[in-house]
């Protein structure tokens, strides 16, 4: 291919820049013209991109966000908006594109593979729930930013003997409150992917621990329980916050943590996934290959079939939570 592009689409994840910056570099070096979409598919269907070149990506390796601002495009999901991005390709003799996004931004680069624009996915999100990935580019970041915080949090619980409640981000997946959990020593950790009794998974946990002496705690909540926590009288992670001060008598409060956990400069370890997995992303398109997945397994950047990783399911390790739960007593 002698003409590629980059986008950054959905939710944004720190180390999406090095991720841009491997693609933008190694496409150059590989004598390819680079192109960079703004706004993800939103960009592509209005044709608002610009040609990149060696220092277009100086001195962005360590800032958060993206430089090619991200974007969620309703209008990609339809047969027009997917015509016209097809077309603004054409235009643009564009042969390939580089998408550094979430599982969603995945579906819309198979659907314009599928038109005869050949993509490659590159994960980049703070949830890390691609399943053909262990890994995706920002939950380092994001899991550290998490622990920061609470341990800030954990400071002032423990001057008033109070308990806090943390509502962490993950809509349908739990790895940043099971790890983030972990990391902070909660005493309980309330997962989307779980089923709970808040009475014996959190008041009876901590009734246990008060027993030895322990007078605060730290209860770590996924931003996707709320509807778990509904089903038995909780409204959200302030109402568990009320409902355990009732039960237990622990003055409590609760910290919804928020998109402080989507920014920020990424980590060593997002900074060189980001940059691998841009890297093999243009091999990929360089040897004429699109309708991939970048991915990393046990510390390997490897690659699947967009269907394959697509029709992939991700499981929350529970031996990670049982772990958990034995220690944090
Ligand atoms: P993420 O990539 O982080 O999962 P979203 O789910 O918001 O984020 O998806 C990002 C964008 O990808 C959407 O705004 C839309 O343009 C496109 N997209 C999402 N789901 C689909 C789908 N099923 N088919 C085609 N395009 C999709
Ligand atoms: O997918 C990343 C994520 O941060 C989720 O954890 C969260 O539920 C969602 O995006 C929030 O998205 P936004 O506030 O951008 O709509």
Do not use: W
């Not at 998408?99 to 995945?106: A, E, K, L």
């Not at 624009?117 to 994960?123: E, R, T, Y």
């Not at 808040?198 to 946990?205: C, H, M, P, Q, T």
């Not at 621990?209 to 329980?225: D, N, P, R, S, Y």
Request: proline content about 2%; overall charge negative; some cysteine.
């Amino acid at each position: 291919m002698n003409k590629i592009a980059v986008l950054t689409s959905g939710g944004d994840a720190p180390g999406m820049n090095a991720a841009v910056r491997a693609v933008v570099r190694y496409g150059c070096e590989s004598n390819m013209r680079v192109f960079g979409i703004r706004r993800g598919y939103s960009g592509l269907i209005n044709n608002d991109m610009y040609e990149m070149n060696l220092r277009s990506v100086s001195d962005i390796i360590h800032r958060g966000g993206t430089v090619l601002y991200s974007a969620r495009c309703p209008e990609f999901r339809t047969d027009e908006g997917l015509d016209k991005a097809v077309e603004v390709c054409k235009a643009n003799e564009i042969e390939g594109i580089v998408v550094i996004g979430g599982d969603g931004s995945f579906r819309g680069a198979r659907d314009l593979s599928l038109r005869g624009v050949p993509c490659v996915g590159v994960p980049g999100t703070i949830d890390n729930d691609i399943a053909c990935c262990d890994y995706t580019i920002g939950y380092d970041t994001a899991l550290n930013t998490i622990m920061d915080m609470v341990d800030r949090i954990r400071d002032t619980t423990e001057s008033h003997d109070r308990c806090s409640v943390v509502e962490v981000m993950g809509r349908h997946a739990g790895y940043l409150a099971l790890n983030g959990g972990i990391a902070v020593g909660a005493t309980a950790i309330l997962l989307p992917e779980n089923d709970f009794d808040v009475k014996s998974d959190v008041i009876d946990r901590m009734a246990r621990t008060q027993l030895t002496g322990k007078m605060h705690f730290i209860i770590m909540v996924a931003e996707g329980v709320t509807d778990k926590l509904k089903e038995q009288g909780i409204e959200g992670s302030m109402g568990l916050a009320k409902y355990i001060q009732e039960k237990t008598g622990v003055e409590s409060r609760a910290t919804i943590l928020g998109h402080v956990q989507r920014g920020g400069s990424p980590t060593a370890k997002d900074r060189i996934v980001a940059s691998k997995m841009g890297y093999r992303a243009v091999d990929l398109l360089k040897a004429g290959i699109g309708n991939r997945v970048v991915a990393m397994q046990n510390d390997r950047i490897l690659d699947y079939d967009i269907y394959e990783a697509l029709s992939m399911k991700k499981h929350i390790d529970l031996d990670v939570y049982r772990i958990a739960m034995h220690i944090s007593i």
